[in-house]
């Protein structure tokens, strides 16, 4: 299947302050990444989902201007967190498609934000 | 909407038991259902998958089986290993993944 590396694995912030996390398609192009959130003992949330070249589109809640998502190559997409929050503490995932005809997915291992 | 709603954790079970982890699910129509499994330190990996009622899904002594009249996809193996020690993802699929909670499970010797 396909690789996809996400980074931070983990990361503490200030309040107030913008967290940038990337994901990387190691092997082949993305054209799109899905973003996922999920606090403690809830699901996988989807957030967005990223197109290059495009704006993303998100799902019903998510504020566009507090998690701002880029995709401007093929290969990487960002999610930035801004003005974070302690409630914005959480797991977040990303995941391409590589087959979706068969519904393959493949997941970053995620990263966890603490806003302090 | 659609939900997915499965047992929680952790399960601690000791190696060679017998593991069921529940599923159920609510959506209309006849979606896709899957069962994920992340290992420590690594991304979601697809473990098993069913597209229709009645199909079962198998993959490294996993099983599970779509029932539509119970709505229900419950993850099972006759002999757990401690390598399989995990957070495992129930999910559906029609036009975007939605998943469970995750149900972490701890296998010791």
């Known amino acids: 299947g396909a690789v996809v590396s996400q980074h931070p694995s983990w990361v503490i912030c200030k309040s107030g302050t913008s967290v940038k996390i990337e994901c990387r398609s190691l092997?082949?192009?993305?054209?799109?990444m899905f973003w996922y959130r999920q606090f403690p003992k809830q699901s996988l949330m989807l957030m967005a989902t990223s197109n290059e070249g495009s704006k993303a589109t998100y799902e019903q809640g998510v504020e566009k201007d507090k998690f701002l998502i880029n995709h401007a190559s093929l290969t990487l997409s960002t999610l930035t967190v801004t003005s974070a929050h302690p409630e914005d503490s959480s797991f977040y995932i990303c995941?391409?498609?590589?087959?979706?005809?068969?519904?393959?997915?493949?997941f970053g291992s995620g990263t966890r934000l603490t806003v302090v | 909407g659609d939900s997915v709603t499965q047992m929680e954790g952790p399960v601690t079970l000791s190696e060679e038991a017998f593991l069921t982890i529940n599923c159920t699910y609510t959506?209309?129509?006849?979606?896709?259902l899957f069962w994920y499994v992340q290992y420590p330190g690594e991304g979601l990996q697809l473990l098993l998958k069913a597209t229709k009622a009645d199909d079962k899904g198998s993959n490294k002594g996993f099983e599970a089986t779509y029932r539509k009249e119970t709505t229900s996809f419950h993850l099972e193996k006759g002999s757990v290993q401690v390598s399989d020690s995990a957070v495992y993802f129930c999910?559906?699929?029609?036009?975007?993944?939605?998943f469970g909670t995750g149900t972490q499970l701890k296998v010791e010797l």
């Open positions: 092997d082949f192009q993305a054209t799109t």
């Open positions: 999910a559906l699929s029609r036009n975007k993944l939605t």
């Open positions: 959506a209309t129509g006849y979606p896709s």
């Open positions: 995941s391409k498609p590589w087959d979706a005809a068969n519904y393959g997915y493949t």
